[in-house]
């Protein structure tokens, strides 16, 4: 079974700049997470999705971040313009179960995008 | 709202020697609790997890883990370690009424020495 799968790996851009990163969640899972983890801390959530509604999306900084999930399968998300502070690495989660499985339901990671704003 | 602690920033243990890591939480109610594994340039992956019932709960890899709700912990532990072991761990706890959303530690980074 194909893993989450997530690009590009690695993005360098200057701070004001946009930027974009792809996830492919496991085939069949309904719901689907954003995570921000920065150096020396856990992930934290940014966004979740069930199929191609939003969850959550309470600690996701409105102001330059975006993320949408069209069809209920691929995410992107977007941060436009991006600042110094946004450096770390964005991971990619999907689960199966969606709401029918509430918090028992198993999150499988992405490698994650590791991003460094300059 | 919950919360997890990891007292343990940084571990150095030798290989074949036994090894805990920590993890107090903060939850009023019954947690689910989770510990992950995170390798250099990987994402994390599920070691096991606790939702009821027996309070040891084995998981993968030989690592096992106690929920301890009278001291709030859920500590992992595995009898030997082999140098493969390097790497990152964070606990993390969900909660029903905040469906989905997992609270992660800030975790502690292993180092095995031979």
């Known amino acids: 079974e194909a893993g989450v799968a997530q690009s590009p790996r690695y993005k360098i851009i200057e701070k004001r700049q946009s930027v974009a990163f792809w996830c492919n969640p496991i085939s069949g899972h309904a719901t689907l997470y954003w995570y921000q983890q920065i150096l020396g801390q856990g992930p934290k959530l940014l966004i979740q999705f069930q199929n191609n509604g939003v969850v959550d999306d309470s600690q996701l900084p409105k102001d330059r971040f975006s993320a949408e999930r069209l069809k209920g399968v691929d995410s992107t998300l977007k941060i436009q313009p991006a600042k110094l502070e946004d450096s770390a690495v964005y991971l990619c989660?999907?689960?199966?179960?969606?709401?029918?499985?509430?918090?028992?339901?198993?999150?499988?990671f992405g490698p994650g995008t590791r991003l460094t704003v300059l | 709202a919950q919360s997890v602690t990891q007292p343990d920033i940084h571990i150095t243990v030798s290989e074949g020697a036994s090894l805990e890591l920590r993890c107090n939480y903060s939850?009023?109610?019954?947690?689910?609790l989770f510990w992950y594994v995170q390798s250099p340039g990987q994402g994390l992956q599920l070691l096991l997890k606790?939702?009821?019932?027996?309070?040891l709960v084995q998981g993968i890899k030989g690592f096992e883990a106690e929920f301890k709700r009278s001291q709030s912990s859920f500590n992992l532990r595995k009898p030997s370690v082999h140098w493969s072991d390097a790497a990152e761990y964070f606990c993390?706890?969900?909660?029903?009424?905040?469906?989905?959303?997992?609270?992660f530690g800030a975790g502690t980074q292993v180092v095995v020495t031979p």
């Open positions: 989660a999907s689960s199966l179960f969606g709401l029918a499985g509430g918090s028992t339901d198993t999150q499988y």
């Open positions: 939850y009023g109610a019954t947690p689910y």
């Open positions: 606790y939702f009821s019932g027996d309070t």
């Open positions: 993390a706890v969900g909660a029903a009424d905040s469906w989905g959303k997992l609270q």
